[in-house]
């Protein structure tokens, strides 16, 4: 298991959305549209990011056919 800080991005829905879970994306798209201002949607989604340690990082430069086989995403 590699350490991280945060850089990555990961995004936490609040309890309303969450509920939605199993739906398609076009599904959660439209919902979310249907019930969120863009002010409300501001506030409702908050977006961590991952910062491998120098731990983590000399993990991942060990490894770099690994790391070739998962692109990074963004």
Known sequence: MVRAEPIGVVVRLPSRLRRLGGKKKAELIGFIRE????????????????????????????????????????
Request: proline letters at 10%; glycine letters at 8%.
């Open 35 to 74: 019930h969120l201002s863009p002010t409300q949607l501001e506030g409702a989604i908050h977006v961590c990011f991952y910062k491998p340690t120098a731990t983590g990082r000399a993990l991942l430069n060990a490894h770099p056919d690994v790391v070739a086989k998962h692109p990074k995403k963004g």
